[in-house]
């Protein structure tokens, strides 16, 4: 909102107003925005999640501290969400599409959060929304997303035009603020299903190239290819980080560093300069995701305020669910879903602890007659609580392993 009004007293020469066409400055209010709002707002929140008793149920698992937090205000996740969306309304370009469909993703996943939270609290049923509701939630969205990058004239990358030699072709063009002849890269905006891929040449995955037997329909047949991948990772990638909301501080913690991580590739994505410096996807319009995801890094430590060890406040579904959508969302619409077994390593190595655990138990229980485990509990972090590691180490060890994975997602750009 500010920056269109902003955007509108410029042309008058109001004072400052043109402060706000830069990203940068933008980002930086709508990161302190986020702060402040989950500090001050969520507060008042906890209190009024404790006055309604809004507390969690716990299971007794055996694990060290557990029954501890019986009563914590859950549905925390709702600071998180009020810390995003304001400030994205605020300091965002709202007409941008890529910013539109972010709110719709963070709203969506919020709400099937939330019915899941009501259902557990308020209903007391502990198994919540049924899965199959969440998954056909997740696949909607999905749809949505995969749609819109389809359809939408604004969704676009920008190409090198090449010649019969397969040289970039130059073009002269007049610098605007010098008004000086300059000569540069030949391009042109395409619909296109390339993608971002580590360590290879060009860092480029064209989904269609799996189909080039099929002709004229290749492109077609990779447009289908890419709208299963969107809903695949849009679903696993939440559910990761639903898994990972475990222990205190853990899943917010891990997905602020996964919100930097993706804040600084959507900033050179969308950067001229820097994407062609690094040889990298020039995706137009993007850069104003950086506004986002700044809402996002500063919702999320925000909120880690009140959610580390000792927990105030849980984020019950309400966050997780979200918190693993926006990140997949954000990654596919920056053409960098191929990086997010880096990016949210730890998301990732939660949800195969509780894939191989569930699958070795059903094997050996056939092969043996009893089921055999390979961790003591999963998801991961609760192996670790099993063997009576303090919370507060498991969670920070977590965090080192989610900055280590998060500065190679980075590295990967210059590695060929």
């Given at each position: 909102?500010f920056?269109?009004l902003?955007?509108?007293l410029?042309?008058?020469?109001f004072?400052g107003?043109g402060?706000?066409?830069?990203?940068?400055f933008?980002?930086?209010l709508a990161?302190?925005?986020?702060?402040?709002i989950s500090?001050?707002?969520?507060k008042?929140?906890i209190g009024?999640?404790q006055?309604?008793?809004?507390?969690?149920?716990?299971?007794?698992l055996?694990l060290?501290?557990?029954?501890?937090?019986k009563g914590?205000?859950?549905?925390?996740g709702v600071?998180i969400?009020?810390s995003?969306?304001?400030?994205?309304?605020l300091f965002a370009?709202l007409?941008n599409?890529y910013?539109?469909?972010?709110?719709i993703?963070t709203?969506w996943l919020g709400?099937?959060?939330f019915v899941?939270?009501y259902?557990?609290?308020?209903?007391?049923n502990?198994d919540g929304?049924?899965?199959?509701?969440?998954?056909v939630?997740?696949?909607s969205l999905?749809?949505?997303v995969?749609a819109?990058?389809?359809?939408s004239?604004d969704?676009v990358?920008?190409?090198?035009v090449?010649d019969?030699?397969?040289q970039v072709?130059k073009?002269i063009?007049i610098?605007q603020h010098t008004?000086?002849?300059?000569v540069?890269?030949?391009?042109?905006?395409?619909?296109?299903t390339?993608?971002t891929i580590?360590?290879?040449k060009n860092h480029?995955?064209d989904?269609?190239?799996f189909?080039?037997f099929?002709?004229?329909?290749?492109?077609l047949?990779?447009?289908?290819?890419?709208?299963?991948v969107?809903?695949?990772?849009?679903?696993?990638?939440?559910?990761?980080?639903?898994?990972?909301d475990?222990?205190?501080?853990l899943?917010t913690?891990t997905?602020?560093?996964s919100?930097?991580t993706?804040?600084?590739?959507a900033?050179?994505?969308?950067?001229?300069?820097f994407?062609d410096y690094?040889?990298?996807?020039?995706?137009?319009n993007?850069?104003e995701?950086t506004?986002?995801i700044s809402?996002?890094?500063g919702?999320?430590?925000?909120f880690?305020?009140f959610?580390?060890y000792p927990a105030?406040v849980?984020m019950?579904d309400?966050?997780s669910?979200?918190?693993g959508?926006?990140i997949?969302v954000?990654?596919?619409i920056?053409?960098?879903e191929?990086?997010?077994?880096?990016a949210?390593?730890?998301?990732?190595?939660?949800s195969?602890?509780v894939m191989?655990?569930v699958y070795?138990f059903?094997?050996t229980?056939?092969?043996?007659?009893e089921?055999?485990r390979?961790?003591?509990m999963?998801?991961?972090?609760h192996?670790?609580?099993k063997k009576?590691?303090?919370?507060?180490?498991?969670v920070t060890?977590f965090?080192?392993?989610?900055i280590?994975l998060?500065?190679?997602?980075?590295?990967?750009?210059?590695v060929?």
């Amino acid at each position: 909102m500010f920056y269109h009004l902003f955007e509108f007293l410029n042309q008058y020469d109001f004072p400052g107003a043109g402060m706000f066409q830069y990203i940068s400055f933008r980002s930086s209010l709508a990161v302190i925005t986020a702060l402040l709002i989950s500090l001050i707002f969520g507060k008042k929140i906890i209190g009024l999640l404790q006055r309604q008793q809004i507390g969690e149920e716990i299971r007794d698992l055996g694990l060290q501290g557990q029954m501890e937090k019986k009563g914590t205000p859950t549905m925390g996740g709702v600071i998180i969400l009020l810390s995003i969306v304001v400030p994205t309304l605020l300091f965002a370009d709202l007409t941008n599409t890529y910013i539109l469909l972010m709110l719709i993703t963070t709203v969506w996943l919020g709400a099937i959060g939330f019915v899941d939270d009501y259902i557990k609290v308020f209903r007391k049923n502990k198994d919540g929304l049924a899965g199959k509701f969440k998954i056909v939630g997740q696949v909607s969205l999905g749809l949505i997303v995969a749609a819109t990058l389809y359809i939408s004239k604004d969704v676009v990358v920008r190409e090198k035009v090449l010649d019969s030699d397969g040289q970039v072709k130059k073009e002269i063009v007049i610098d605007q603020h010098t008004g000086l002849q300059k000569v540069v890269n030949k391009t042109v905006d395409v619909k296109s299903t390339k993608t971002t891929i580590p360590f290879i040449k060009n860092h480029v995955l064209d989904y269609s190239s799996f189909f080039s037997f099929m002709g004229k329909y290749k492109q077609l047949a990779g447009w289908a290819l890419y709208f299963l991948v969107i809903i695949f990772i849009i679903t696993g990638v939440s559910n990761g980080a639903n898994l990972t909301d475990g222990l205190d501080g853990l899943a917010t913690g891990t997905s602020a560093i996964s919100g930097v991580t993706f804040a600084v590739l959507a900033y050179v994505s969308g950067n001229l300069i820097f994407s062609d410096y690094l040889n990298i996807m020039y995706i137009p319009n993007i850069g104003e995701l950086t506004i986002f995801i700044s809402a996002f890094i500063g919702a999320t430590i925000g909120f880690l305020w009140f959610n580390s060890y000792p927990a105030q406040v849980f984020m019950g579904d309400t966050g997780s669910l979200s918190l693993g959508g926006i990140i997949a969302v954000f990654a596919i619409i920056i053409r960098k879903e191929l990086l997010l077994p880096f990016a949210c390593g730890i998301f990732m190595i939660e949800s195969l602890s509780v894939m191989i655990q569930v699958y070795y138990f059903k094997r050996t229980k056939k092969k043996y007659g009893e089921g055999r485990r390979i961790f003591l509990m999963s998801p991961l972090h609760h192996h670790y609580q099993k063997k009576e590691m303090p919370e507060s180490k498991i969670v920070t060890r977590f965090w080192i392993v989610a900055i280590i994975l998060a500065i190679s997602t980075i590295v990967t750009l210059k590695v060929r």
